[in-house]
């Protein structure tokens, strides 16, 4: 079976997949996944351990189980840990999405190597999914956007700070304000400060959301758009431009990008 690994800035995600029907009668399917927080200093010894951790609380045997790994990583530190864990642990065949490795997808990018290796992910299996042109916002550390053409070409995207960063950036510099769970509130015209930030939060990212959209579109003609990342299912649907949510859209990429690299 194939271990996905997602390693964002602030979370990590990892995700099983074995036989199955699967998307679009693939043959494979998201069997378990887990989210855990991004450490940057985490070691190749402490990656296995994590693993063998999270595979004993379904029962499973990593060594019986793993016949592949797929990493995505945005902390290069993180990808590099993960390289010698496989290489020291697991000792299969392993793709790393990174310059050189074949995704099937052209990235006209002025340099192609500083998109991420998530947002390519994202791209290749949304245009599995739904052809193009395709827009993909995934809600992370960052939001972005990744716009793919109609003939499976990365055109660009957009980036913006994210949700938590944002919050986080406000609370440290508005003494008098409260941390708020991030929940809808009754109304978007609040009557409290905690309702006050969260209309502000949920109901202004996603006009934020409808406007570049909008504004993509006006250059590239309609596109069908995708959500995923970690509050995608809380912003999607207060959306009009959102059709479609995927919350292991990237992890679905890097296991179309293992079965591309192999030999």
């Known amino acids: 079976m194939l271990v996905a690994i997602d390693v ?18 693939s043959g494979t399917e998201l ?4 989210r855990v927080a991004t450490v940057a200093s985490r070691t190749a010894d402490e990656l ?6 999270l595979f004993q609380l379904q029962g499973l045997d990593p060594e019986e189980t793993i016949t592949g790994i797929a990493v995505a990583s945005v902390v290069p530190r993180q990808r590099t840990a993960l ?35 998530d947002r ?26 990744e716009v793919v053409s109609a003939k499976g070409e990365y055109l660009g995207g957009v980036i913006i700070p994210g949700i938590e960063i944002s919050l986080e950036a406000l609370f440290s510099r508005a003494a008098l304000l409260p941390r708020v769970e991030l929940v809808e509130p009754r109304n978007v015209l609040a009557k409290n400060t905690v309702e006050s930030v969260q209309s502000g939060v949920i109901y202004g990212f996603a006009a934020q959301v409808d406007g570049l959209c909008r504004r993509l579109e006006d250059e590239l003609g309609p596109c069908t758009v995708v959500a ?16 479609y949510h995927e919350p292991w859209l990237t992890l679905e990429g890097l296991r179309i990008i293992f079965g591309r690299n192999q030999k």
């Not at 992910?121 to 999914?129: M, N, Y």
């Not at 970690?230 to 431009?241: F, K, Q, Y």
């Open 8 to 25: 964002g800035n602030t979370q990590t995600v990892i995700g099983l997949f074995g036989p199955g029907d699967g998307p679009a009668g």
């Open 31 to 34: 069997l378990y996944h887990w």
């Open 48 to 53: 296995a351990l994590l693993i063998d951790q």
């Open 83 to 117: 390289r010698e864990m496989t290489q020291k642990w697991f000792k299969v065949e392993t793709v790393i999405v990174e310059p050189g490795v074949r995704t099937g997808m052209p990235i006209h990018y002025d340099n192609p190597k500083e998109v991420g290796a």
């Open 120 to 145: 390519i992910a994202d791209a290749v299996a949304a245009f599995e999914r739904y052809g193009g042109p395709t827009i993909v916002i995934d809600f992370g550390t960052a939001t972005t956007f």
């Open 228 to 243: 995923t990342g970690g509050l995608a299912g809380l912003i999607g649907p207060h959306s009009a431009a959102i059709e």
